[in-house]
């Protein structure tokens, strides 16, 4: 089944850890996206990839850092600069060819707690 | 970014139509119209777009102001599966798709 996956459903983190949260696709999508969702709030953007080896800051990119070294893969790194982690992570991608009229299609998500 | 205004909840009986209503009055001549529905704790999934022209697919039904400022999307007839937020979405047609999520309209569906 094609689709994307995030892992791990749930990820704990200590004060000042970083840790990194899995997105993979196998849609063969150009374009990925990385999102934040806080409690009873919409989505926020926080990084999106257009093609591999390049990405591009969304509005809340500040503590995260990424990496595309892959089509497939999309790896969020939430770092110790990131003071308010605790979040609902969602991953998504999209094939990259008619922007507007585009489905993105979406992760389960990663829920990130701070112990 | 256009913005949306959207009712903060609604509430249906199982197996009526539900009409959600959306606006959008900033929304530019180009812009596309999106809907995603998010269930509890789960990612966002696409439901209907469209640009000028009311649209259908199995999922729902998308009618659109002829002046664009205000859309509708149309649940034909509610499931308790259909219990979710719903987002209205304008999507600027450039290179670059960026989805803004409002917080959207929770629907609750009483059997």
């Known amino acids: 089944d094609g689709g994307i996956t ?12 970083n840790v990194t949260l899995s997105c993979e696709q196998n849609l063969n ?31 809340i990119a500040e503590g995260y850092s990424v990496s595309r070294e892959k089509k497939e893969s999309f790896p969020l790194t939430v770092t110790s600069a990131q003071k308010n ?6 991953c ?16 389960p998500g990663t829920r990130l707690l701070v112990l | 970014d256009a913005k949306t205004t959207q009712p903060n909840s609604m ?32 990612g966002p999934e696409y439901v209907i777009h469209g640009l000028t022209s009311n649209v259908n697919n199995r999922m729902a039904s998308l009618a659109i102001a002829e002046d664009r400022k205000s859309s509708t999307l149309i649940l034909h007839r509610a499931t308790l599966r259909d219990a979710a937020v719903y987002y209205c979405i304008p999507v600027v047609n450039t290179g670059f798709q960026k989805l803004v999520f409002g917080t959207g309209t929770r629907l609750l569906v009483s059997p």
């Not at chain 1, 969702?37 to 990405?55: A, C, E, H, K």
């Not at chain 2, 139509?17 to 789960?42: A, E, F």
Request: aromatic share 16%; with cysteine; charged share 20%.
């Open chain 1, 92 to 107: 998504a991608s999209r094939a990259g060819r008619l922007a507007a009229q585009e489905t993105q299609y979406f992760g």
């Open chain 2, 11 to 42: 509430e249906s009986n199982e197996e009526e139509p539900v009409h959600l209503p959306c606006n959008h009055s900033t929304i530019s001549g180009t812009d596309y119209i999106h809907w995603y529905r998010q269930l509890p704790s789960q």
């Open chain 1, 85 to 90: 982690p605790t979040a609902f992570y969602l």
């Open chain 1, 29 to 59: 999508h150009d374009a990925m996206y990385w999102y934040r969702q806080d409690p009873g709030q919409g989505l926020r953007l926080i990084y999106y990839s257009q093609i591999v080896n390049d990405f591009q800051k969304g509005d």
């Open chain 1, 6 to 17: 995030q892992s791990p459903k749930y990820l704990f983190r200590k004060e000042g850890q």
